[in-house]
């Protein structure tokens, strides 16, 4: 069974950089074709894509946050790490990690999601 | 304002059909065929109900169907019952020179 849970704070003050951790288990992402995405939601709003890592390394970036984000993993401890610079209250959201499998764009299945809200 | 346009909207009755409309341009749906579907109940993550236009995940009821014209993708859910009530998200594959993966504003479909 794939499970993801994401993990980090959640309040974060504006111009902070935000760190979130996707721990995950019934898959490796040194397997070839297993990839790991960002997807967030701001409330009551559409889902936004941030970002993927995949087995090799390669990584993927939403170009209007490109400058901003930055996704990492760490295959011995089945984590994904994405770290989001200079916050700001139009980041609020709930941010959500997902499994790709076979290299594609589209994701399955989906953590529960952490609410990140960015205030003083 | 999403890159991909659905309807806000859509309602049926308990056993009857709806269609929700997602449309793209031949940079993105018109493009690939790499749309997917994606379920959200209230408070809930995403699920995955179709894949690559219209293949459906083992699990998901075969009341639930995807299709594809041109730069419009489109789910199509029978037979509908109250626990399909819920907003419904379109995505699509959208090239390396956008921003690889766009997504509808969203379907909040209501059973009546």
């Known amino acids: 069974q794939v499970t993801l849970r994401e993990s980090g704070p959640a309040l974060v003050k504006p111009t902070q950089t935000l760190t979130l951790t996707c721990t995950f288990s019934g898959f490796s992402l040194s397997t070839s074709g297993m990839c790991v995405s960002w997807i967030r939601q701001p409330p009551g709003k559409a889902l936004e894509w941030l970002a993927r890592i995949d087995w090799d390394d390669d990584k993927y970036y939403s170009t209007s946050l490109k400058t901003r984000l930055t996704i990492s993993k760490d295959t011995s401890k089945n984590q994904v790490v994405l770290t989001m610079t200079n916050m700001d209250p139009v980041d609020t959201a709930t941010y959500y990690c997902?499994?790709?499998?076979?290299?594609?764009?589209?994701?399955?299945?989906w953590g529960q999601g952490t609410l990140v809200t960015v205030s003083s | 304002q999403s890159a991909l346009t659905q309807p806000a909207s859509v309602s049926g009755s308990p056993g009857q059909s709806i269609t929700i409309s997602c449309t793209g341009t031949?940079?993105?749906?018109?493009?690939?065929?790499?749309v997917s579907w994606y379920q959200q109940h209230p408070g809930k993550a995403p699920k995955l109900m179709i894949y690559e236009v219209s293949k459906r995940p083992s699990g998901v009821s075969n009341r639930f169907s995807g299709s594809k014209s041109g730069n419009t993708a489109s789910l199509t859910i029978s037979g509908l019952q109250a626990e399909d009530e819920a907003d419904y998200y379109c995505c699509s594959y959208a090239g390396s020179s956008t921003s690889y993966v766009v997504f509808g504003g969203g379907t909040k479909l209501t059973v009546l």
């Open positions: 031949s940079s993105d749906v018109g493009s690939y065929n790499l």
């Open positions: 997902a499994r790709i499998e076979g290299g594609d764009w589209w994701f399955d299945p």
